[in-house]
């Protein structure tokens, strides 16, 4: 998509314009200095400091596969940063304004604050039983919050952004949004009645006009399309880049950002004006500034802010965020990134279809490292991906007990390393001048693992997990093909000549092993805790720095070579049953009838 130098240079306009009419204070350069606060991430911080959100959960409803998913991405970017020695900070929790909220209280017979902690104390148990590591949960009711969000308003009331006016237009009030007229069609309710619904959500819409605040978000258009065009990796993968940058093609009108206290009593009211609640996304979106101490202690997190969301709220994160910080003053985001939808059979889940996922039954069905493992492997950021029973239980088996358990448990088992040791690795087995036992695949072998660390970074970086656990498998298999093709059961132990090459195939294997345990940490925390803690590696050894893959056929010293290994604790992962497998079982556990 191209756009000329007036369509760039249009917002700068806008800026000076507003300056000159007074509506913006002369001497605080908003917006010009928040566009090049966000330009510049690689000076803004010079220390270790990485800041990953989640989106913050409506709590009208039980946690579902999608908010699980969302939680594991960013802990996965959370926990790859401190491996890489970041000092990071990883914010979830959950919105708990708003009139859906207010109308989900009612009908569960409860007042909305009690209510709201019923639902978000289940988000929290789901996400601290999956190892989401979270430094900070943060809901919408707390106090701290209402001062960040009352301050937030308050300068944008003050720089002239938030006036007073009248709305009139179609709004959702399941999905919390205004609609153009284009984004509305004729649809009929289950009654058969003429209706007006969302064409991106199909959720109903209706007319609303009423007197409230308005926040000048038409003022901004082109300062976004300036951010985001000189900005290409400001929101990934690029498909969604591209998605923001077509809506602001289209005119952006000025936003409502607050509701008649008549109609949403359950929010936070307008500051000066008990008659009006503040819009509950306006609200929401502040919670990331909260979280790092806004409006105070916020600056050394600030600028280097990650945001994960799903796609159904890009919008609100590419292009109302982005304006409430520059109207504020504030860098933008480092990174939206930015993730597709879960189906089940292929179709979208619904309770009417009766095909929703239920995380708890299912991460204690396929374990918290599984459930994390395949959400991870599965899932494709720029495309809605599928999850059925089978197909977790083919995965998991596959690659987490058959190659990667199996791997451990033969260069770990008592017949091939009976000393229950790290051998020691002869050179002259596994030369580099390729003239020992050693075939060119092993030697391939070798520089492909090399060469992982670089490849896993470079997807973790761009949240393209799936492609880095698809490299650690492919290495993971042509491990398990070096330990075929040579059988080292077969090797005579009489021979001193074997039994080098024996200690030369296992010590490659538990150092390849030893990689793969150490990458795995963001996705498999205790599945990688086990393999290392079996492999002897001790904790303050598991670091990026600390991976140093081989180093005696690198002519480097092995710090591993002769330490006892760990203690067996059992397989790594167990294989799963199938449903079919099971009942297969129960019948031959069954006597014949006398």
């Not at 179709?347 to 929703?356: A, E, I, T």
Request: hydrophobic letters at 35%; aromatic letters at 12%; one cysteine or more.
């Amino acid at each position: 998509m191209k756009f000329s130098f007036l369509t760039v240079t249009r917002g700068w306009k806008t800026f000076y314009r507003f300056q000159q009419r007074g509506v913006l204070s002369a001497d605080q350069r908003l917006w010009s200095s928040a566009l090049k606060c966000s330009r510049s991430s690689s000076q803004l911080c010079k220390e270790k400091c990485f800041y990953i959100t989640t989106p913050i959960f409506y709590v009208n409803a039980a946690p579902h596969l999608g908010h699980l998913y969302s939680a594991v991405i960013a802990d996965c970017l959370h926990r790859w940063k401190l491996l890489q020695g970041f000092e990071s900070r990883f914010a979830t929790g959950t919105d708990e304004h708003g009139l859906k909220i207010q109308q989900a209280a009612d009908a569960a017979g409860k007042d909305p604050l009690t209510f709201c902690t019923e639902v978000s104390q289940r988000f929290e148990t789901l996400f601290s039983s999956c190892s989401v590591s979270f430094t900070d949960y943060i809901r919408t009711t707390e106090q701290r919050h209402r001062w960040a969000v009352e301050h937030f308003w308050s300068v944008l009331w003050h720089k002239g952004l938030i006036y007073k006016g009248s709305y009139e237009g179609w709004y959702s009030t399941q999905d919390e949004s205004f609609l153009m007229p284009s984004q509305v069609s004729d649809a009929l309710d289950p009654s058969g009645k003429e209706v007006k619904v969302s064409l991106e959500s199909g959720h109903k819409v209706e007319w609303m006009k009423e007197e409230n605040y308005m926040f000048r978000l038409s003022s901004f258009r082109s300062l976004l399309l300036d951010w985001l065009v000189k900005n290409p990796g400001a929101v990934q993968p690029e498909r969604f880049h591209q998605a923001v940058l077509q809506w602001l093609q289209e005119d952006l009108p000025d936003l409502s950002v607050s509701r008649q206290r008549s109609r949403l009593q359950w929010g936070i009211p307008v500051p000066g004006d008990p008659e009006q609640t503040i819009y509950v996304w306006l609200d929401a979106l502040v919670n990331y500034l909260t979280v790092v101490g806004y409006p105070e202690k916020h600056e050394r997190w600030w600028h280097v802010a990650h945001h994960v969301i799903g796609k159904d709220i890009l919008k609100f994160h590419a292009i109302y965020w982005p304006a409430f910080l520059l109207g504020v003053g504030l860098p933008l985001p480092q990174v939206i990134h930015v993730h597709s939808h879960w189906t089940v059979g292929g179709r979208k889940m619904s309770k009417s279809l009766g095909n929703v996922v239920d995380p708890f039954e299912h991460s204690q069905m396929f374990t918290n490292d599984g459930m994390r493992y395949f959400l991870l492997r599965q899932g494709v950021p720029d495309t809605d991906c599928d999850y059925t029973h089978d197909k977790v239980l083919k995965l998991l088996n596959a690659e987490l007990a058959d190659s990667l358990g199996g791997l451990l448990n033969r260069c770990t088992a008592p017949a091939l390393n009976p000393a229950q040791v790290y051998p020691v690795f002869c050179s002259h087995s596994f030369p580099r001048d390729r003239r020992g036992r050693a075939v060119e695949e092993d030697y391939h072998m070798v520089e492909t693992v090399r060469s992982l660390s670089t490849v896993v970074e470079k997807h973790y970086e761009s949240m393209q997990v799936y492609k880095a656990l698809e490299a650690i498998s492919a290495c993971v298999r042509q491990t398990n093909g070096f330990i075929q093709r040579h059988t080292p059961w077969k090797l005579d132990r009489r021979d001193s000549k074997d039994v080098r090459w024996l200690d030369t195939i296992i010590h490659l294997t538990l150092e390849c092993l030893r990689v793969y345990g150490t990458l795995l940490q963001p996705v498999v925390p205790e599945i990688s805790d086990r393999l290392l803690t079996r492999l002897g590696v001790q904790s303050q050894e598991r670091s990026w720095k600390d991976l140093d893959f081989l180093g005696r056929y690198f002519g480097t010293d092995c710090s591993f070579e002769g330490r006892p290994l760990g203690s067996n604790c059992g397989l790594l992962f167990s294989r799963l049953e199938t449903q079919s497998g099971d009942k297969q079982k129960t019948m031959k556990s069954k006597k014949p009838a006398q």
